[in-house]
């Protein structure tokens, strides 16, 4: 018996029907040990050893494997075709021989492009060892991002708080964002005319001219700079007589653009599918695992993680036939196309994006795929077979036009083009981010000396634009531009910044939040050689250096540190004060905008005395008065952000922060959007000075939902939350619709439900809510229903419980029904991941936490004491605890951190999760 090890379960599946009984193939899950989260798991004082840790679920797999290698004749360890890949299969043969199972069992690895029959069995017939080089480029990539992360991370938390996190790429990624903006904001719109003659050949054809030059002088787009020059040229435009001046036709050719690496599928399926780079991802890895056809599981694509663009000479002929089948022999080149690489570090050592069989077209496959899937494979399958394709023959035609008004002479000029030949434009034309198209459209017959008749002059007055924000497309090629990070990786990259939310999509654009300016902003200040563009791809070129094989891994590192370390420690001394007067300077203009009429943008609007500054609070950064206390006016950090003026103060006299946004028709108040302490929150009315009035009605913001997106009418309807949806079939008392402190939920009576992603607490209907109360009062836990229904994260499916997160008297939790797991105090309970609830609970319970008991009210505190007598209390518990263990539970919190050392490395699954400062920083990491 051999074993096989891949990533997936879905590959195990499929490739142990290919290899037949002779063989057990086992999926690892991904990646089977990480670093602890902890200080200590990257040591340079140890020339850079490294922890590494297995998590709960790595070290099931890890026992399954050992289990199935006992007796086995060979272990093939083959996980996915790149440098992750390479490390999962050193760490899956790192853990097997520290349990010493292997015994002189042979070991090998192979690699597939795709999972087919064809592939996987070339593979076992060319087996090799580890590449250790790719394993070196591993752990310095790794060991780098760590290094940042929990090094960076905790300044920025201590001198800017609010911010999340800074990692090594994607740090640079948001300066890329935050830099974009900059550029619009400062942008001065330039006026220019543009001039058009409409003209008509004697047989009847009409086409439009430009003006291109007058008086032998060449005239460019901005030199008409104002509507009296225009309003000269039209003037003498619609006295001239016009004459053909020349005519000259030009042939050019149109060539296929290459199949898809990860990079350019990622740009083109964000631009023609709407889908972000991690959707894109997520759906490539079911087609390359497989779907099941005519019963048998067969992966559609190959690898999609790849910087290659050449294809198998197979797969190109493959292609060859079916262009000659599909579109006739004068769509196939003589010759076939080859391709080559023109990014900045490129990986070429593995095959483009393709279909496995270009003969299997969407069409005959759709059926068997869901809408995303069957979408992606088109797109895939189209560019493959496009890039092999005729190309396309053109004719490019330009007139240039003389107008004669007395002695003057003014040009004009009009360019078309004919497609002669279609080519690969018959299937595929790629698609284009912010450029306008620059193909004109065909031009009537003429010839040079020809007269022509003036239909009409039109003069257009025009501004120029901005640069436009990054779309998740353009953003993705600006980075490969760059040699920033890798394609394997930018999907995270983007993932991550949205989810610190440093940035936000609005419109289909990545617009920094004002989190992500003042993170930025503060490394640029005080580490602005890390987030240089220059620096991360030199360092991004020497771990490529260092997969070569030509560089030592550790002394990539050890020049890191030496400089990156220093910078650091010269932090330690830095005054909050520094940072705000930095930040004040750098981002002056976004925090600060001109007035228009040209007063002081940092003057206090309330008491006038005062000089507006950045602020550091408890719930992050805002613009106070100097004169606080006895001034407590505060703002948003974009004054622009709320109510579009520079002073924080609206047009129509409201209070600062607060835009009007109308009457509401029934009582006649006025319904506003205000900045408050927590986010922005509409109102109905004004509060009253009176000792006994009524709050004036507001309402919080749904998740996702902008001050900008606000209208009267939308702002009326979160005013009238909550709103009746649905009778209980049962009861027949109402059930609520409403926003709460963890988002949208509906009610019946003390049973809550939240609402899903994609529900809109306006809009949820009748059965949604009924069929969501029914559940959540079926699957209850005992006694009375929670007064706060948390937020469902998932289903930990080694226990089958569900994960709710939940707002606890000492702050927010964790809980499978049986174990409360407290979350760190820097981890936001609306950012947990299943996973990281999963981590939180396992090592609760892992160190004897669990739910008391009804009626047994000491024995949590005893339980609590006799724990922290044990090894196990070494590290720090920050979980949820039952009332009557209060006192104990904040004795935990005082547990030595050196203690944390004690815990031997193998049995230190807990002290990821359980430690509350470095859990924390896990995320930093990234």
Not at 639 to 654: I, L
Not at 709 to 737: N, Q
Not at 872 to 889: C, G, L, Q
Not at 904 to 917: E, F, I, L, R, Y
């Given at each position: 018996m051999?074993?096989?090890?891949?990533?997936?379960?879905?590959?195990?599946?499929?490739?142990?029907?290919?290899?037949?009984?002779?063989y057990?193939?086992?999926?690892?899950?991904?990646?089977?040990?990480?670093?602890?989260?902890?200080?200590?798991?990257?040591d340079?004082?140890a020339d850079?050893?490294?922890?590494w840790?297995?998590?709960?679920?790595?070290?099931?797999?890890?026992?399954?494997i050992?289990?199935?290698v006992?007796?086995?004749?060979?272990?093939i360890?083959?996980t996915?075709?790149?440098?992750?890949?390479?490390?999962i299969s050193w760490h899956?043969?790192?853990?097997l021989?520290?349990?010493?199972v292997?015994?002189g069992?042979?070991?090998?690895?192979?690699?597939?492009?795709?999972?087919?029959?064809?592939s996987?069995?070339?593979?076992?017939?060319?087996?090799?060892q580890?590449?250790?080089?790719?394993?070196?480029?591993?752990?310095?990539?790794?060991?780098l991002?760590?290094?940042?992360?929990?090094?960076?991370?905790?300044?920025l938390w201590?001198?800017l708080?609010?911010?999340?996190?800074?990692?090594?790429?994607?740090?640079?990624?948001?300066?890329?964002v935050?830099?974009?903006?900059?550029?619009?904001?400062?942008?001065?719109?330039?006026?220019?005319w543009?001039?058009?003659a409409?003209?008509?050949?004697?047989d009847?054809?009409?086409?439009?001219?430009?003006?291109?030059?007058?008086?032998?002088k060449?005239?460019?787009?901005?030199?008409v700079g104002?509507?009296?020059?225009a309003?000269?040229?039209?003037?003498?435009?619609?006295?001239?007589?016009f004459q053909?001046?020349?005519?000259?036709?030009k042939?050019?050719?149109?060539?296929?653009?290459?199949?898809?690496?990860t990079s350019?599928?990622?740009?083109?399926?964000?631009r023609?599918?709407g889908?972000?780079?991690a959707q894109?991802?997520?759906?490539?890895?079911?087609?390359?695992?497989?779907v099941?056809i005519g019963?048998e599981?067969v992966?559609?694509i190959?690898?999609m993680?790849?910087?290659?663009?050449?294809m198998?000479?197979e797969?190109?002929?493959?292609?060859?036939r079916?262009?000659?089948r599909e579109?006739?022999?004068?769509?196939?080149?003589?010759?076939p196309?080859k391709?080559?690489v023109?990014?900045?570090?490129?990986?070429?050592a593995?095959?483009a994006?393709?279909p496995?069989e270009?003969?299997?077209?969407?069409?005959?496959?759709?059926?068997?795929?869901?809408?995303?899937?069957a979408k992606?494979?088109?797109?895939?399958?189209?560019?493959t077979?496009?890039s092999?394709?005729?190309?396309?023959?053109?004719?490019?035609?330009?007139?240039?036009?003389?107008?004669?008004?007395?002695?003057r002479k003014?040009d004009?000029r009009?360019?078309?083009?004919?497609?002669?030949?279609?080519?690969?434009?018959?299937?595929?034309?790629?698609g284009?981010?912010?450029?306008?198209?620059?193909?004109?459209?065909r031009?009537?017959?003429?010839?040079a000396?020809?007269?022509?008749?003036?239909?009409r002059?039109?003069?257009?007055?025009?501004?120029?634009?901005?640069?436009?924000?990054?779309?998740?497309?353009s953003?993705?090629?600006r980075?490969?531009e760059?040699?920033?990070?890798r394609?394997?990786?930018?999907?995270?990259v983007?993932q991550?910044?949205?989810?610190?939310?440093?940035?936000?999509?609005?419109?289909?654009?990545?617009?920094?939040?004002?989190?992500?300016?003042?993170v930025?902003?503060?490394l640029?200040?005080f580490f602005?050689?890390y987030?240089?563009?220059?620096?991360?791809?030199?360092?991004?070129?020497?771990?490529d250096?260092?997969s070569?094989a030509?560089i030592?891994w550790?002394?990539v590192?050890?020049d890191?540190?030496r400089?990156?370390s220093?910078?650091?420690?010269?932090?330690?001394?830095l005054?909050v004060t520094?940072?705000?007067?930095a930040?004040?300077t750098?981002?002056?203009?976004?925090?600060?905008p001109?007035?228009?009429d040209g007063?002081?943008?940092?003057?206090?609007?309330?008491?006038?005395s005062?000089?507006?500054?950045?602020?550091?609070?408890?719930?992050?950064?805002?613009?106070?008065c100097?004169?606080?206390?006895e001034?407590?006016?505060t703002?948003?950090l974009?004054a622009a952000?709320?109510?579009?003026e520079?002073?924080?103060?609206?047009?129509?006299?409201s209070?600062?922060g607060?835009?009007?946004?109308?009457?509401?028709?029934v009582?006649?108040?006025?319904?506003t959007?205000?900045?408050?302490?927590?986010?922005?929150?509409?109102?109905?009315g004004e509060a009253?000075t009176?000792?006994?009035?009524?709050?004036?009605?507001r309402s919080?913001?749904?998740?996702?939902?902008?001050?900008?997106?606000?209208?009267?009418e939308?702002?009326?309807?979160?005013?009238?939350l909550?709103?009746?949806?649905?009778?209980?079939p049962?009861?027949?008392?109402?059930i609520l619709a409403?926003?709460g402190?963890f988002?949208?939920?509906?009610?019946?009576?003390k049973?809550?439900?939240?609402?899903?992603?994609?529900d809109?607490?306006l809009?949820?209907?009748?059965n949604r809510?009924?069929d969501?109360i029914?559940?959540?009062?079926?699957?209850?836990?005992?006694?009375?229903?929670s007064?706060d229904?948390g937020?469902?994260?998932g289903?930990?499916e080694?226990?089958g419980?569900e994960?709710?997160?939940?707002?606890?008297?000492?702050?927010?939790y964790?809980?499978?029904?049986e174990v409360?797991?407290?979350?760190p105090?820097?981890?936001?309970?609306?950012?947990?991941?299943?996973?990281?609830?999963i981590?939180l609970?396992?090592?609760?319970?892992?160190?004897?936490?669990g739910?008391?008991?009804?009626?047994?009210?000491?024995?949590?505190?005893?339980?609590?004491?006799?724990a922290a007598?044990?090894?196990a209390?070494?590290?720090?518990?920050v979980?949820a605890?039952?009332?009557s263990?209060?006192k104990?539970?904040?004795k935990?919190?005082?547990a030595?951190?050196?203690?944390?050392a004690?815990?031997?490395?193998?049995?230190t699954?807990?002290?990821k999760?359980?430690?509350?400062?470095?859990?924390a920083?896990?995320?930093?990491?990234?």
């Amino acid at each position: 018996m051999k074993v096989v090890v891949v990533e997936s379960p879905a590959k195990a599946k499929t490739i142990n029907k290919y290899l037949g009984r002779d063989y057990e193939v086992i999926a690892s899950f991904g990646h089977i040990r990480d670093l602890p989260a902890k200080d200590g798991s990257v040591d340079p004082e140890a020339d850079f050893n490294m922890i590494w840790e297995l998590d709960a679920r790595g070290s099931k797999q890890v026992s399954e494997i050992a289990r199935a290698v006992k007796g086995a004749d060979k272990l093939i360890l083959a996980t996915d075709p790149d440098r992750e890949g390479e490390a999962i299969s050193w760490h899956v043969l790192e853990a097997l021989n520290a349990r010493k199972v292997l015994k002189g069992i042979p070991v090998e690895r192979v690699t597939f492009n795709a999972i087919t029959k064809a592939s996987v069995e070339t593979a076992m017939r060319q087996p090799r060892q580890i590449d250790q080089a790719l394993v070196d480029a591993y752990l310095a990539r790794r060991a780098l991002d760590y290094l940042v992360g929990f090094n960076l991370s905790p300044v920025l938390w201590r001198k800017l708080p609010g911010a999340r996190s800074a990692g090594r790429v994607q740090s640079v990624a948001l300066r890329l964002v935050c830099e974009r903006e900059v550029e619009i904001e400062r942008f001065k719109p330039r006026e220019y005319w543009s001039l058009v003659a409409t003209l008509s050949t004697a047989d009847g054809g009409v086409f439009e001219a430009r003006l291109v030059g007058a008086d032998g002088k060449r005239i460019q787009r901005l030199d008409v700079g104002n509507g009296e020059d225009a309003a000269a040229f039209k003037r003498d435009l619609e006295l001239a007589t016009f004459q053909v001046a020349s005519v000259e036709a030009k042939p050019a050719k149109r060539h296929p653009q290459p199949p898809f690496t990860t990079s350019t599928l990622q740009q083109e399926a964000s631009r023609k599918l709407g889908m972000a780079p991690a959707q894109t991802m997520r759906v490539a890895q079911k087609l390359y695992e497989g779907v099941d056809i005519g019963g048998e599981t067969v992966g559609l694509i190959t690898y999609m993680r790849t910087d290659g663009v050449d294809m198998a000479p197979e797969a190109i002929a493959d292609a060859r036939r079916v262009i000659g089948r599909e579109f006739g022999d004068t769509y196939v080149p003589g010759v076939p196309r080859k391709y080559s690489v023109k990014a900045k570090n490129a990986q070429e050592a593995h095959e483009a994006v393709r279909p496995t069989e270009m003969g299997r077209l969407p069409k005959q496959v759709a059926r068997m795929l869901d809408p995303e899937q069957a979408k992606l494979y088109d797109l895939i399958w189209t560019r493959t077979v496009a890039s092999q394709m005729e190309s396309a023959e053109l004719e490019r035609t330009t007139v240039d036009v003389t107008a004669s008004v007395g002695p003057r002479k003014i040009d004009l000029r009009a360019t078309g083009q004919v497609v002669k030949f279609d080519g690969f434009l018959t299937l595929y034309q790629e698609g284009k981010d912010d450029e306008e198209d620059e193909d004109g459209k065909r031009l009537p017959p003429m010839k040079a000396g020809e007269a022509l008749k003036r239909e009409r002059i039109a003069s257009t007055q025009h501004f120029t634009e901005p640069p436009p924000r990054f779309s998740e497309a353009s953003l993705v090629k600006r980075m490969e531009e760059l040699g920033i990070g890798r394609p394997s990786t930018y999907a995270a990259v983007l993932q991550t910044l949205r989810d610190r939310e440093y940035v936000k999509i609005e419109k289909k654009r990545l617009q920094p939040e004002d989190k992500g300016r003042l993170v930025t902003g503060f490394l640029e200040s005080f580490f602005k050689r890390y987030v240089e563009y220059d620096f991360t791809a030199d360092l991004e070129g020497q771990l490529d250096r260092v997969s070569n094989a030509e560089i030592d891994w550790r002394d990539v590192l050890r020049d890191f540190w030496r400089d990156f370390s220093a910078a650091v420690g010269g932090t330690k001394e830095l005054r909050v004060t520094e940072v705000l007067e930095a930040l004040n300077t750098l981002l002056g203009d976004h925090i600060f905008p001109q007035k228009a009429d040209g007063s002081n943008p940092r003057t206090c609007p309330t008491c006038g005395s005062g000089q507006l500054s950045l602020k550091l609070g408890k719930f992050g950064s805002f613009v106070g008065c100097s004169n606080y206390p006895e001034c407590k006016f505060t703002r948003q950090l974009s004054a622009a952000g709320v109510d579009g003026e520079g002073d924080g103060s609206s047009p129509d006299g409201s209070p600062p922060g607060t835009r009007l946004l109308g009457n509401d028709p029934v009582s006649g108040l006025p319904v506003t959007i205000r900045d408050g302490r927590f986010g922005p929150f509409v109102q109905l009315g004004e509060a009253s000075t009176e000792k006994d009035a009524a709050k004036p009605k507001r309402s919080s913001l749904p998740k996702g939902v902008t001050p900008s997106m606000v209208d009267l009418e939308k702002a009326l309807r979160l005013l009238s939350l909550p709103r009746e949806v649905a009778k209980h079939p049962e009861t027949g008392e109402p059930i609520l619709a409403n926003l709460g402190r963890f988002g949208p939920y509906v009610q019946h009576g003390k049973t809550y439900a939240n609402l899903g992603k994609d529900d809109d607490v306006l809009e949820v209907g009748a059965n949604r809510a009924i069929d969501l109360i029914v559940a959540k009062e079926q699957g209850g836990g005992r006694g009375r229903p929670s007064s706060d229904p948390g937020r469902p994260i998932g289903k930990d499916e080694a226990t089958g419980r569900e994960l709710v997160v939940k707002a606890g008297k000492y702050g927010p939790y964790v809980t499978d029904g049986e174990v409360n797991a407290t979350l760190p105090k820097s981890t936001a309970a609306e950012a947990l991941t299943l996973a990281e609830g999963i981590d939180l609970v396992n090592a609760k319970r892992a160190a004897g936490g669990g739910k008391p008991s009804r009626g047994r009210k000491a024995a949590p505190a005893r339980g609590a004491k006799t724990a922290a007598r044990k090894p196990a209390k070494a590290t720090k518990d920050v979980d949820a605890p039952a009332k009557s263990a209060a006192k104990p539970a904040a004795k935990k919190r005082t547990a030595p951190k050196a203690a944390a050392a004690k815990t031997p490395a193998s049995k230190t699954t807990a002290s990821k999760t359980t430690v509350a400062k470095p859990a924390a920083t896990k995320k930093a990491s990234g």
